[in-house]
């Protein structure tokens, strides 16, 4: 399967280092138990029998790390995520840091 045409090097070192398997650990919220803890998504392989490949990509380790500040991240702090699980991940993340704090406790209890 062939890789970006942009940063190749930096993509093939990421795969490489997840072995072309998608390295969320249940951040989407999908506790991946096929898996043993880890989405079982590979690079160039169907996820199933009516879908295309899937197509990894190299992403920040915090899904809410700005694609612009990703762009500089080195390899260490790159992970393999396949689209379903960083999209799940990113948007958990996101719902995680709009929950109101504690101090806002009791703010609108009758």
């Not at 989405?39 to 009516?50: L, S």
């Not at 500040?69 to 396949?82: D, I, N, Q, T």
């Not at 958990?92 to 209890?109: E, N």
């Amino acid at each position: 399967m062939p890789g970006p045409l942009v940063a190749a090097d930096l993509f093939h070192t990421v795969m490489e280092a997840a072995q072309h398997r998608c390295q969320c650990a249940g951040a989407c919220g999908q506790p991946h138990t096929k898996g043993e803890g880890r989405c079982t998504r590979e690079h160039g392989r169907h996820a199933g029998k009516h879908s295309g490949p899937i197509r990894l990509m190299a992403a920040a380790a915090d899904p809410l790390t700005t694609e612009l500040a990703a762009a500089a991240l080195p390899p260490s702090e790159l992970r393999a995520w396949c689209p379903p699980c960083f999209t799940a991940a990113r948007r958990a993340a996101q719902r995680a840091t709009a929950a109101p704090g504690d101090d806002q406790g009791g703010l609108f209890d009758l």
